[in-house]
């Protein structure tokens, strides 16, 4: 999920990605198993926002759409 100064977004990672706890805090694992991101971190996304439904997810906040991350880059 990514915060804004206006609200919550929820992100639809890329098949195979997860958020999971390493080292006692949560992280971003990639489709590969390595650790991209830990909460905190500042990265780019790279991604659109679509309808839940074309999505297939369900969004965490309730809302109607969810951004559909395509890739990521740290600050």
């Given at each position: 999920m990514i915060v804004t100064e206006?609200?919550?977004v929820d992100v639809a990672w890329p098949p195979g990605w997860s958020v999971t706890i390493?080292?006692?805090r949560p992280?971003?694992?990639?489709?590969?198993?390595r650790t991209v991101g830990w909460l905190g971190d500042e990265v780019f996304v790279g991604?659109?926002?679509v309808e839940t439904t074309k999505a297939n997810v369900i969004s965490c906040t309730g809302q109607p759409?969810?951004?559909?991350?395509?890739?990521l880059t740290r600050a």
């Open positions: 206006d609200e919550f390493r080292d006692d992280a971003l694992i990639d489709a590969a198993g991604g659109g926002s759409r969810v951004f559909v991350a395509s890739g």
